[in-house]
């Protein structure tokens, strides 16, 4: 049998349900690359992604095959030539995604060539009906569905057969962000870095993982979301270690469901009284806050670590997420799309998921009053500066406790680093008056 794979966001050999059979079949490993996506996305995924693609296609080829890269605009044509009898990818929760899949699948009819749909993006199948809040979608849906289907594991292919295709070939794009170099690894390193993980920090997780050092979370976001790893296999290895990190999963696959049946939701709040709120848009509030320089030292340190390596940790997208939002009153996508074109995990579901979560206007969200106070935030969980130290170089010298407690003294001590642009209490009070009033005034709830 001739299969055509195409391969999407799973760039890896192992556990990869798109080499299922390719030991008994002709495989056509397939990229299609789709104008879309390169302008959506920002260099430094784009720089992961394609390393990532490139280490994939020397794998396949020395293993016998070859992964072919061709134009959106030729995928007809290509199928055209090889006549596949059948044809394998993987399911999208994305917007754009959903609609191009919609569109193969019509071509796909058309040219009466069979497909089967596989799932590698999620844990467990999106659910028919959407649940409102991540505790039922948990334990009603999420521990369940994994009870019930347990955890497949894919074997690696030993070789690749793969016909020859006389078809001209795009050549990939060359992207390459300074930020996103430090997290090109091939997918052999990266299990073996999750291995050390596992192992050695893992089993402390859920007392560690808020703590901003080195080890206290995982650093695997990239990974999945360019397929370096498979969700089954973190998940595999947390269920015999530590639970807490399977929970974090199905956050994971909660914000994937909700996209898949909110698409809506990429530009609109979830809670529908909470659309039309006035929400800020100032230039120049918001360029502070990019640049990190808003005089807070966690949220300069993150958004400036951000810059630099195009990562951050949970506990800081946090932080800041919920200073733009509810001390600067900013509009939650604004910062959702600064984020997006940042990190080199953009993800659309999880970004969106989280930003509407920190704002307070999506499913399950931080309720209004919960704001995160940013100065008690550092003393907790960056209780040396330590955090702060290493990406707000002129805080270096400060003292601790000025550092942390006393930003008056801290620009004592640091005279060229900016005031606080807000006041934490006023900024709080405000906000919370604004939005009670408008969800006074609003009737519609979902
Ligand atoms: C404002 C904001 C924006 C975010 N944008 C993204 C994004 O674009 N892409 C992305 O992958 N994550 C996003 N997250 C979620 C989370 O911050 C990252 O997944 C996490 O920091 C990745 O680091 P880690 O792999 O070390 O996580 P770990 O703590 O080691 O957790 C392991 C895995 O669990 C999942 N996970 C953990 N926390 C969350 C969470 N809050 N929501 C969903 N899944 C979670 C991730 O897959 C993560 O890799 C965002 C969070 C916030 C608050």
């Known amino acids: 049998m001739r299969v055509v794979a195409m391969v999407r966001r799973e760039l890896r050999l192992h556990d990869n349900p798109l080499w299922q059979s390719a030991n008994e079949n002709e495989i056509v490993p397939l990229f299609v690359l789709d104008d879309f996506n390169q302008l959506e996305h920002g260099s430094n995924l784009r720089t992961l992604f394609f390393f990532a ?42 917007p ?41 979608f948990y334990k009603r849906h999420f521990l369940p569905s994994l009870q019930r289907e347990g955890i497949l594991s894919y074997p690696k292919p030993k070789r690749f057969s793969t016909p020859q295709v006389p078809f001209d070939e795009i050549p990939l794009p060359q ?61 595999q290895d947390a269920l015999e270690i530590n639970r807490v990190f399977v929970r974090e999963l199905a956050w994971h696959d909660f914000y994937a469901h909700l996209l898949h049946h909110f698409p809506e939701t990429t530009t609109q709040e979830w809670q529908v009284k909470w659309r ?24 300069d340190a993150a958004m400036r670590q951000l810059k630099q390596e195009g990562w951050i940790p949970n506990r800081v997208r946090m932080i800041v997420a919920s200073f733009l939002t509810k ?29 509407q979560w920190v704002a307070g206007c999506g499913a399950d969200a931080a309720p209004y009053f919960r704001i995160f106070n940013p100065v008690l935030q550092a003393q907790k969980f960056d209780p040396q500066g330590e955090y702060i130290r290493q990406f707000v170089p002129e805080l270096r010298h400060v003292p601790t ?12 001590h640091a005279p ?17 008056t604004a939005i009670k009033e408008h969800l006074k005034r609003g009737e519609i709830s979902r």
């Open 416 to 432: 060229n680093y900016p005031p606080p642009m807000v006041d934490l209490k006023a900024s709080l009070v405000e906000f919370q």
């Open 53 to 94: 693609l490139n280490e994939l296609r020397q794998q396949i080829s020395s293993l016998g095959g070859h992964l072919y890269c061709i134009h959106s605009k030729q995928q007809e044509a290509f199928l055209a030539t090889v006549k596949p009898d059948l044809v394998l990818f993987c399911e999208d929760h994305e």
């Open 96 to 136: 754009h995604s959903r609609k191009r899949d919609e569109n193969l699948v019509r071509l796909l009819n058309r040219m009466g060539i069979r497909y089967e749909v596989l799932r590698d993006s999620t844990l467990t199948p999106v659910p028919e009906k959407p649940f409102m809040t991540f505790t039922q």
């Open 327 to 355: 001390n600067l009153q900013i509009d939650w996508r604004w910062g959702e799309r600064y984020f997006y074109h940042y990190l080199v995990d953009a993800d659309l579901a999880q970004n969106i998921g989280n930003w």
């Open 175 to 235: 992207v390459s962000s300074e930020a996103a170099r430090k997290w090109c690894i091939n997918e052999v390193e990266v299990l073996r870095r999750w291995r050390f993980y596992a192992q050695q920090h893992l089993p402390a997780y859920d007392r560690t993982r808020n703590f901003l050092t080195e080890n206290a979370c995982s650093q695997m976001s990239p990974y999945i979301r360019c397929g370096l790893i498979s969700l089954r296999r973190l998940c």
């Open 276 to 299: 039309r709120f006035a929400w800020r848009h100032n230039e120049n509030d918001f360029e502070r806050w990019c640049e990190g320089q808003v005089g807070f030292p966690i949220v």
């Open 401 to 412: 406790e000025a550092l942390l407690f006393d930003l008056t003294r801290l620009r004592q």
